[in-house]
């Protein structure tokens, strides 16, 4: 019986795979956590992390797919109703608070600097003001 078993093993082996059969691709390991960073979702305001250099996060609690931005690509005002810190991506005109709902006017008057440059990191070369 067992010669018959083992004939039986080695004919399979021999014909492959049965058919429909795909081998699954190996899937690349996980980013090492120094190359992962995080965010609050604009929706629901759950911490995401994603692999740095990645322009959208999708959340996995509400499905929104939030944007990335850079510490350099943030700029900084305060609310002209409220005073509450906003943060806006660069080059936006204005920026609506979540609190009083004021839409402030973004300008020389009212700029901060880049979040990068707050935090000590410097501004990359390429980045836009």
């Avoid at 690509?73 to 004021?102: D, E, I, R």
Wanted: with cysteine; net charge neutral.
């Amino acid at each position: 019986m067992e010669n018959k078993e083992a004939k039986t093993d080695q004919q399979r082996e021999e014909e492959g795979p049965p058919p429909g059969w795909q081998s699954i691709p190996p899937q690349p390991p996980p980013p090492p956590p120094s190359e992962m960073a995080q965010m609050v979702c604009g929706s629901c305001r759950q911490l995401l992390s994603y692999p740095r250099g990645a322009q959208q996060a999708k959340c996995s609690c509400c499905e929104t797919v939030n944007f990335v931005l850079e510490a350099h690509q943030v700029g900084l005002v305060k609310c002209g109703s409220c005073a509450v810190l906003l943060m806006y991506p660069y080059g936006a005109p204005s920026v609506k608070c979540c609190s009083c709902l004021c839409v402030t006017e973004i300008g020389a008057h009212n700029r901060r600097p880049p979040w990068s440059v707050q935090q000590g990191q410097p501004t990359p070369p390429n980045a836009v003001h």
